[in-house]
């Protein structure tokens, strides 16, 4: 059974620091670009950044470009997404997803292969 498993999500000040995690199973992680798009209820998803099998990454909202970094890891078959100097903004629910290719360039926007997400909240 595919799966991605989200953690690390919670309630950090703003300024503060959060590293997301995604567990993937059932499938052959290492050949997949894998990454996160989040989602705020009522607005459309946001990709935020993408890791293709050749560690080639992608981060592309310019908001998030200096504070986040993405990276994954092959023996285990998980993506993780370090994030720093979070701001209110950044509050949403944060989903793990592949577009089943090898490549970033779909950023995962009409992608049905997503966990169930993990709730970032950053306020004072």
């Known amino acids: 059974q595919e799966q991605l498993v989200e953690s690390g999500g919670g309630l950090v000040q703003p300024g503060g620091s959060l590293r997301l995690s995604c567990a993937a199973s059932?499938?052959?992680?290492?050949?997949?670009?894998i990454g996160w798009f989040r989602q705020v209820p009522g607005r459309a998803r946001e990709a935020i950044a993408c890791i293709d099998p050749s560690d080639v990454a992608s981060v592309w909202p310019d908001s998030v470009k200096a504070r986040f970094t993405i990276s994954r890891d092959n023996t285990k078959n998980t993506v993780s997404l370090q994030m720093g100097d979070l701001k209110p903004d950044d509050t949403a629910v944060y989903h793990c997803?592949?577009?089943?290719?090898?490549?970033?360039?779909?950023?995962?926007?009409?992608?049905?292969?997503y966990g169930q997400g993990t709730l970032v909240t950053v306020s004072s």
């Open positions: 059932g499938f052959t992680f290492e050949r997949y670009a």
């Open positions: 997803a592949t577009d089943r290719t090898p490549y970033c360039t779909g950023r995962f926007l009409w992608s049905d292969f």
